[in-house]
């Protein structure tokens, strides 16, 4: 977990009598800059709720260089099916002129507590969709419904 960043010190001189950036104004700023130079640049993001059937292959980002991203998605089944459903999530991307994809293992549990996840580095190429989808099944009166998280973060 992260440091608490300690208030501005805005009352200290930003510089000491020797000439010096004063030393509560260093550790300051150091903190700052350490943590804007770790940060992850989160480029696009969706929160889809209420969902009862397959998502077909949609685009969430679209890089307009080249970089490394990471690919990270949440499902969680909002309303079991009476008797039973799965859920199941693909990442694709094009790579090297190649069609990628990584189809993620189906989630089978049907009751309010089954969620998965999982995030994925991919390198793809410029000016080509990162997209995702889902593969949806429920049987019974009461069809399962979903919610379904994606963000694609650029790492590099």
């Not at 989160?42 to 890089?63: E, K, N």
């Amino acid at each position: 977990m992260s440091q608490a960043l300690d208030p501005i010190p805005q009352t200290d001189p930003l510089i000491d009598p020797s000439g010096r950036m004063g030393e509560r104004w260093y550790r300051w700023l150091s903190l700052v800059v350490t943590r804007l130079l770790s940060a992850v640049l989160t480029v696009a993001s969706t929160h889809r709720t209420g969902l009862s059937a397959s998502i077909s292959a949609t685009t969430i980002y679209t890089p307009n260089q080249p970089a490394t991203f990471e690919v990270s998605w949440a499902a969680k089944v909002t309303t079991a099916a009476s008797t039973s459903s799965s859920i199941a999530v693909t990442v694709s991307w094009t790579q090297g002129g190649i069609a990628c994809s990584k189809a993620f293992a189906a989630q089978t549990g049907n009751t309010t507590a089954t969620v998965d996840g999982s995030t994925i580095p991919i390198r793809p190429d410029s000016g080509q969709p990162v997209q995702y989808a889902t593969t949806y099944a429920s049987v019974g009166a009461t069809s399962m419904v979903y919610a379904l998280d994606v963000v694609v973060r650029q790492l590099t």
